[in-house]
């Protein structure tokens, strides 16, 4: 019988494994532009986990997120987010399950433009048929300081401040999960520090399980797991109680 989603969401905020993976390949192109980017890939990401993805460019990390997120399908291999196993959904309930269950941020914040800040934030609220979408969309505009931009396009903000709403979209719907694509990639220093420190209480206040991909090891640190990925393959682990200071 088919979990609930009160199921899926008590399982994952209480130890139960939130992602698995199992001999996960994939392939791209054909004949001399063929590429095998991912390789036997098996990871099993704990609920209320965090992980901090590294590597080389190239190395996999990136379409492994999208795997995860639903986003890309493996050749073979087994795919299971929140206890459903992706590979038995068509693409309909695909969307669904992850516009429940799966918050991403990604590098390129990836607003609709002719959309304000709260519109964006709304959207995916509005998608899944919530009554209170826009007030819900402004108390999570709210939490990441940006209360005043709500009646703002993205073209009026700033790089960091796109970034904030984008954060406040993926979490508005209270997801499981949260999967982080280069968060800070596009910013300076200083306001890439504040998007981790608002994502990471994000993360603490809420139990949801993170998936960050980045090439910082500092930012990768703060995870209670850093993996590591080289050649589409999995290169190694270390949980922060047994990294170097």
């Known amino acids: 019988m088919q979990k609930t989603l009160m199921q899926h969401d008590l399982a994952l905020r209480t130890g139960a494994p939130a992602i698995a993976l199992a ?54 291999g087994t795919v299971a987010v929140a206890g459903e196993d992706l590979g ?63 009646h703002h396009y993205p073209a009026e903000l700033s790089g960091g401040e796109q970034q904030r709403v984008a954060l ?9 999960i949260l999967i982080a694509d280069e968060p800070t990639g596009n910013l300076d220093e200083t306001t890439g520090s504040e998007i981790v420190d608002l994502m990471f209480a994000g993360h603490a206040q809420r139990g949801t399980t993170l998936v960050l991909v980045t090439h910082d090891p500092a930012l990768a640190g703060r995870c209670d797991r850093v993996v590591r990925m080289r050649s589409g393959r999995i290169d190694g682990e270390a949980r922060r109680e047994a990294m170097p200071a």
């Open 23 to 76: 001999g996960i390949n994939l392939s791209l192109g054909r004949g001399a532009a063929h590429v095998h980017i991912l390789k036997d890939v098996d990871l099993h990401i704990a609920g209320g986990e965090a992980i901090g993805l590294i590597g080389p460019s190239g190395s996999g990390k990136s379409t492994l997120l999208m795997i995860m997120a639903g986003l890309e399908r493996p050749d073979t």
């Open 168 to 176: 406040a979209r993926a979490l508005a719907p209270n997801p499981a």
């Open 88 to 150: 038995t959904l068509g693409e309909d309930a695909l969307a669904r399950f992850r516009g429940r269950n799966v918050g991403i941020v990604f590098q390129s914040f990836h607003l609709i433009p002719t959309m304000t800040a709260l519109e964006n934030v709304a959207v995916p609220l509005e998608l899944a048929g919530a009554a209170d979408a826009a007030a819900r969309a402004a108390r999570e505009l709210a939490a990441v300081g940006l209360a005043d931009r709500g």
